[in-house]
């Protein structure tokens, strides 16, 4: 199916990712703190947290990622990575690896520099890439290798290892995919998701391989997934991306159902909700059947004024 998507749709579409993305993350975070049950339940109206949900550094590189698209259409990489720079707050989480990189730039180091000396010369293979791209690829509904191909410049700004930006980009491309179905009203079956956006990655990649042994625990219980596939404990693409992909492909139509299965599985538990939130939320929007939920909206704190 091809189709002409204009400016307001595909920042809508955007926009509603971010909002799925912000408020995973923001929810996410609420459970590193001691005594939280488990897990939002039922319909996810009841065991959640008191509000204000803050967002992390997942989000706040997301913003950064929106906005660029809201006022170029398209990843300018110097103009992401000074404003990563500009807009970072280390209270939010970012890991000193991040810090390190973002002062850098900051500083005046080129970003091909500052990215590719992380890590003793290796570059970042963390899962920060992929954190933040959702609404990228939302944006790009009608053209998952566009999505791919914007993704990679977004990521290696501060991701220069190959798994690090595979992650980037097996996120944006799950994102597209869910935008598109949402458009066409297709909802793409978990094997056909995951296979899709398997094909989109480096078969010797090990995000890639991660997201091939995903297919193998389609139908099982989430936890039995976390444990195979990681729960991004790690913090890094491999360990974070096959599952959070698994999760989205499982839970497409049920934004709460989706969040409530990474909280539920532990780890990294506001970057794997960002990411699966806002895949999801790409597909179901905000506040609709199956959506995010407003009242989580209005749970989590407020998006800075020059998000727009």
């Known amino acids: 199916m091809t189709f002409t998507l204009y400016d307001d749709a595909r920042l809508g579409l955007a926009r509603d990712s971010l909002t799925g993305l912000s408020v995973g993350d923001a929810l996410g975070a609420q459970y590193f703190v001691p005594g939280r049950p488990a897990a939002p339940t039922g319909d996810g109206t009841a065991g959640l947290p008191d509000p204000v949900w803050e967002w992390t550094d997942d989000s706040e590189m997301a913003f950064s990622v929106f906005r660029m698209l809201a006022s170029r259409g398209a990843i300018d990489r110097d103009e992401l990575a000074m404003s990563f720079a500009e807009r970072c707050e280390p209270y939010r989480g970012y890991g000193p690896g991040a810090v ?4 850098l730039i900051g500083s005046g180091t080129p970003w091909p520099i500052a990215a590719s000396t992380a890590f003793d010369g290796e570059g970042s293979c963390g899962n920060g890439a992929a954190m933040r ?3 990228l690829g939302a944006y790009f509904a009608d053209s998952a290798p566009h999505a791919a191909a914007q993704a990679i410049a977004a ?10 930006i595979a992650g980037a980009v097996a996120v944006a491309v799950a994102a597209s995919l869910a935008a598109k179905g949402r458009l ?3 909802r793409a079956a978990p094997r056909e998701f995951i296979e899709v956006v398997a094909g989109a990655l480096d078969a010797a990649g090990q995000v890639r391989r991660g997201l091939e042994r995903a297919l193998t625990l389609l139908g099982r219980p989430p936890g039995e ?6 729960n ?8 974070t991306v096959p599952f959070t992909i698994w999760l989205a492909a499982t839970f497409l139509d049920d934004y709460p159902a989706a969040i409530r299965a990474c909280v539920a599985a532990g780890g990294d ?9 806002g895949i999801v939320a790409a597909h179901t929007g905000v506040g609709t059947a199956g959506g995010v939920p407003e009242r989580w909206v209005a749970a989590r704190e407020p998006l800075p004024s020059w998000v727009g």
């Open 100 to 103: 390190t990189i973002l002062r």
């Open 133 to 135: 791209v959702a609404p």
């Open 155 to 164: 990521s290696e700004v501060t991701h220069a290892h190959p798994e690090g």
């Open 184 to 186: 066409s009203g297709h």
């Open 225 to 230: 997934a976390a444990y195979e596939l990681g």
């Open 232 to 239: 991004g404990s790690a913090a890094t693409a491999q360990d």
């Open 269 to 277: 538990m506001d970057t794997t909700a960002a990411i699966v939130g």
